[in-house]
């Protein structure tokens, strides 16, 4: 198996377009094209988690955080940076990254860790503009049902409860197939025409790569014709976007809350801002550094919210206006969890050796 095959299966839980402009999730280093041995896991890519991997006889790293943020103005051997790149060459060890679109998607880092609290009624606290397109093919006739079928396998072209929603209408195609070609029907080196479908069908950006991808394994013909276009209208998903919102199975003070909250997310220090003792129920999270998601976050209005990076005078506001509880379970204890989801995601998708590296915080506590 390949590293472009393992980010394809990859890329059906996080796709890579809904990732920020700022980010740079994806591949990070191509230092070989073999087939992936074995892969490791990891938070951030350092010198001890390329040991790590060359230990296990791993060839592919997937970490969270990218290696690569900003463009290089120069690039030397002695740098950490240099470091690392060389090391990877010359170990032959690929490096793949999933940031802030395992961050946002559907079952991605929030939906985890939210399910580790066992919320209820989840929902994005951000709502992601989704993209839609609609996808136009010609098929030969023959092969109408081939597609609709998987239309209806796969869940394609969703309108609201509908699946499967497609027009066609027949016509013939014309073509000439060049002495080198392969043609699936006609002759070569002459004009033909031959009935054909023109298959129109939806799609969003979430799923455009993989639905085209699949067009290709599907259709006849060595040279398909595809065409794609953006519709005008697109639509926000609940279910995509940075942040979580959920209730508790019961609620609770807020004491006790934090001994909940820290026996299930194995951490031993907590950082917090009471703002009253009202029973907590109603719940707002966001891993990582989530001070920025604050206006999403009021309009939820949370009894608490969960996440890391807490700024002082951020949360001086937030105490004096009396908003929510907040609590800092810290950067890295909120996002260490992506291992274990990748973990939990790859092994049913590949059939390869996994490895997780036990990365530990650079934090320490007297």
């Given at each position: 198996?390949k590293t472009e095959e393992?980010?394809?299966e990859?890329?059906?839980?996080?796709?890579?377009?809904?990732?920020e402009?700022w980010d740079?999730?994806?591949?990070?280093?191509?230092?070989?094209d073999?087939?992936i041995?074995?892969?490791?896991?990891?938070?951030?890519?350092?010198i001890?988690?390329?040991?790590?991997?060359?230990e296990n006889?791993?060839?592919?790293?997937?970490s969270?955080?990218?290696?690569?943020?900003?463009?290089?103005?120069?690039?030397?051997?002695?740098?950490?940076?240099?470091?690392?790149i060389?090391?990877?060459?010359?170990?032959?060890?690929?490096?793949?990254?999933f940031?802030?679109?395992?961050?946002?998607a559907?079952?991605?880092?929030?939906?985890?860790?939210?399910?580790?609290?066992e919320?209820?009624n989840i929902?994005s606290?951000?709502?992601?503009?989704?993209?839609?397109?609609?996808?136009?093919?010609?098929?030969p006739e023959?092969?109408?049902?081939k597609?609709?079928?998987?239309?209806i396998?796969k869940e394609?072209?969703i309108?609201?409860?509908?699946?499967a929603?497609s027009f066609?209408n027949?016509?013939k195609g014309t073509?000439?197939?060049m002495?080198n070609?392969?043609?699936?029907?006609?002759?070569?080196?002459?004009?033909?025409?031959i009935?054909?479908?023109?298959?129109e069908?939806?799609?969003n950006?979430?799923?455009l790569g993989?639905?085209?991808?699949e067009i290709?394994k599907?259709?006849?013909?060595?040279?398909?014709?595809?065409?794609?276009?953006q519709?005008?209208?697109?639509?926000?998903n609940?279910?995509?976007g940075f942040?979580?919102?959920?209730?508790?199975?019961?609620e609770?003070?807020?004491?006790?809350f934090?001994?909940?909250?820290?026996?299930?997310?194995?951490?031993?220090?907590?950082?917090?801002?009471?703002?009253?003792?009202?029973?907590?129920?109603?719940i707002?999270?966001?891993?990582?550094?989530?001070?920025?998601l604050?206006e999403?976050?009021?309009?939820?209005?949370p009894?608490?919210?969960?996440?890391g990076?807490?700024?002082?005078?951020?949360?001086?506001m937030i105490?004096?206006?009396?908003?929510?509880?907040?609590?800092?379970?810290g950067h890295?204890?909120?996002?260490i969890f992506f291992?274990?989801?990748?973990?939990?995601?790859?092994?049913?998708?590949?059939d390869?050796?996994?490895?997780i590296?036990?990365?530990?915080?650079?934090?320490e506590?007297f």
């Open positions: 198996m393992i980010v394809s990859l890329e059906k839980l996080a796709p890579l377009s809904i990732q402009s740079n999730s994806g591949l990070q280093i191509k230092s070989h073999e087939n041995k074995s892969i490791a896991l990891t938070l951030d890519i350092t001890d988690s390329l040991n790590f991997a060359k006889n791993c060839n592919l790293i997937i969270h955080h990218p290696l690569f943020f900003s463009k290089f103005k120069n690039l030397s051997i002695d740098s950490y940076i240099g470091k690392i060389k090391e990877c060459f010359d170990s032959k060890i690929n490096i793949v990254s940031h802030t679109n395992i961050d946002a559907n079952g991605g880092l929030a939906d985890f860790v939210s399910k580790k609290l919320l209820k929902t606290l951000e709502k992601k503009n989704i993209k839609k397109f609609k996808i136009v093919t010609f098929i023959d092969y109408l049902e597609f609709l079928q998987y239309f396998d394609v072209s309108i609201g409860n509908y699946k929603c066609y027949s016509g073509f000439y197939p002495a070609s392969s043609p699936f029907i006609g002759e070569k080196e002459q004009l033909n025409k009935p054909e479908y023109k298959l069908f939806y799609a950006e979430l799923e993989n639905i085209i991808k290709y599907l259709h006849p013909y060595e040279m398909p014709a595809i065409d794609v276009f519709n005008f209208f697109n639509g926000n609940n279910k995509i942040g979580r919102g959920g209730f508790l199975k019961s609770m003070n807020f004491e006790k934090l001994e909940f909250l820290s026996k299930k997310l194995n951490i031993k220090n907590l950082r917090y801002v009471k703002i009253n003792n009202n029973k907590i129920k109603k707002a999270i966001c891993p990582g550094s989530g001070m920025s604050i999403e976050v009021k309009k939820f209005s009894d608490v919210y969960i996440t990076d807490m700024k002082y005078h951020e949360a001086f105490k004096e206006q009396k908003l929510f509880n907040l609590v800092d379970i890295f204890e909120s996002e291992v274990e989801l990748m973990n939990d995601y790859l092994k049913n998708k590949v390869l050796p996994i490895f590296y036990n990365q530990k915080s650079v934090f506590y």
